[in-house]
């Protein structure tokens, strides 16, 4: 009995030993397994945080340099406006000294003046203000074949008579004059031949500025209108320039400056789609001949069309 019980414990125990052992070891290994794997997720998730990021600002140790002088961004320039820099194109492209002051009918806005040629000898525009002069001293008013000869055909000899109906030259120049202080214009009407192959008040020095000041309030002036109407039928052979603006009121003068160099110039009321522009133009070709001159004004005259919606127009009374 002690025999079979002891070898009968023997055999009993024996199998249950080597069971725990094996539970223990796969124990530790399912253990040894999920420390391992708890490892491996720590380090991930806390190395991730722990790897260093760029910043999207730069560090408030390492504050930036200020610029140096010479790195300084200089302030933008003004460009110039569209009507500045088109003239400048086309200033380059001639060979003459040319003067262009456009400005509205009726006022209301400063004129626009562009080029270095400011004022001369009037020569034939001044027989604007001439004729609406004989046209006022009339009883009662109308238009005189000499007074359509003088506007529309720049003759002289017709103006030389209607000059000579106003009186002496001392006294006929002050009333050309009047025509022009009417409008404001300050300019002094010439009386005296001061070349004498040529008329008196056609050497009236007269201003770019001053003829647009005294079309731009003339124009709207009701005793007016028949000179203005006048000046709508110009003859063909003198319709260059501003004349090739169909529907334009101008008066053209040309003629040799002292030096034997023609002078061509115009003024003129231009009708566009935003209302009415005073304009006078001048040109001194550097050949000194005059078809330069009108060839030079019809650059300018194309210039003009080109910009009229930036250039200033009015209407009468407005």
């Not at 010479?70 to 320039?77: F, I």
């Not at 090739?244 to 003129?268: C, H």
Request: contains cysteine; aromatic residues 6%; hydrophobic residues 40%.
């Amino acid at each position: 009995m002690t025999r079979t019980g002891k070898s009968g414990g023997r055999h009993s125990l024996a199998p249950r030993t080597r069971l725990g052992r094996n539970a223990r070891r796969a124990i530790a290994i399912f253990v040894t397994l999920v420390l391992m794997s708890a490892i491996v997720t720590l380090s991930i998730v806390f190395g991730y945080n722990l790897v260093p990021r760029p910043s999207k600002k730069p560090p408030t140790s390492a504050p930036v340099s200020p610029a140096s002088p010479a790195t300084v961004a200089a302030p933008p320039q003004s460009a110039p406006d569209d009507l500045t820099a088109g003239f400048n194109q086309l200033k380059s492209r001639l060979n003459a000294k040319v003067g262009v002051v456009v400005g509205a009918v009726g006022g209301g806005q400063p004129p626009k003046v562009f080029g270095d040629w400011t004022e001369g000898p009037a020569w034939s525009t001044s027989k604007v203000p001439l004729v609406i002069a004989a046209y006022r001293q009339q009883n009662p008013r109308q238009v005189t074949d000499t007074m359509r000869a003088a506007i529309t055909e720049s003759d002289n000899a017709a103006s030389e008579r209607l000059w000579a109906q106003l009186g002496e030259p001392a006294v006929a120049g002050p009333k050309v004059q009047q025509i022009l202080q009417d409008t404001g214009d300050p300019t002094v009407v010439e009386h005296r031949k001061v070349r004498p192959e040529f008329t008196a008040f056609g050497q009236t020095i007269w201003s770019l500025s001053n003829q647009v000041h005294f079309l731009a309030s003339a124009y709207c002036n009701s005793e007016n209108e028949p000179i203005f109407a006048l000046m709508g039928q110009v003859v063909p052979n003198q319709s260059w320039g501003i004349g090739a603006i169909p529907g334009t009121e101008f008066k053209g003068g040309w003629g040799p400056l002292q030096s034997g160099k023609y002078l061509v110039r115009q003024m003129g009321i231009l009708t566009t789609p935003t209302g009415k522009i005073a304009v006078a133009i001048a040109a001194e070709p550097a050949s000194g001949q005059f078809n330069d001159g009108t060839k030079d004004l019809g650059e300018v005259t194309t210039w003009l069309t080109d910009h009229f919606a930036a250039l200033p127009a009015g209407k009468c009374g407005g």
